[in-house]
């Protein structure tokens, strides 16, 4: 389901569905921008949110209130992803934290339990060096913020499926070996 971001008092301000849109009684002239978007643009011009703005029967529209303009010492929250030269918006992005230290953590639990799941483990650092990057970066610097984002991620995802085929393969390993006997006689050995 599309979520939309609106500019509301010259702030960005969502992400809202479509249904909280219509709640919150958004006008043809309010700018939005949802992914997939390069730039904002008044809702009017978003075919999926035309339905809005359908009315059943003709009455006189309302002149809307003129929107002040920004002016250049506006306060544009660190949150916020405008660039102070163009004003345009820059999504937030995704810094893999919570991703990375699952992964981290799925490791070294494993790892007691048996010893090849640790391979995921210095992906999932990887992860956390690279996300931790990305908030600090993200107002002053996006596109190194961006970078460490597709970075974070990228360690996240190739840590997460060395982890699952290594631990599948363990667990087939497992199972062969008690099937075959051989986990019994090596528990013997040792004992």
């Known amino acids: 389901m599309a979520t939309y971001y609106i500019v509301e008092n010259n702030q960005q301000a969502g992400p809202f569905t479509f249904e909280q849109l219509a709640a919150r009684g958004i006008t ?47 306060d544009w929250s660190s949150e916020s992803s405008y660039s102070s030269e163009s004003r345009e918006f820059r999504p937030p992005l995704k810094d893999w934290k919570t991703e990375s230290i699952i992964l981290t953590v799925l490791s070294v639990v494993c790892c007691c339990c048996q010893v090849l799941p640790i391979a995921g483990l210095p992906f999932g650092i990887l992860g956390i060096v690279n996300g931790n990057k990305v908030k600090s970066l993200e107002a002053t610097d996006y596109a190194a913020a961006k970078e460490a984002s597709d970075a974070a991620g990228k360690w996240v995802k190739i ?29 013997r050995s040792m004992m």
């Open 159 to 187: 840590g997460a499926i060395v982890f699952a085929a290594v631990t599948i393969f363990s667990i087939i390993l497992s199972i062969i070996l008690r099937l075959t006997g051989v986990m019994d006689e090596l528990t």
């Open 28 to 74: 043809p002239e309010t700018n939005v921008w949802t992914e997939g978007m390069t730039n904002w643009t008044p809702a009017s011009q978003v075919s999926e949110l035309q339905t809005l703005f359908a009315k059943p029967a003709p009455q006189p529209a309302p002149q809307p209130a003129p929107q002040p303009e920004p002016q250049a010492s506006a």
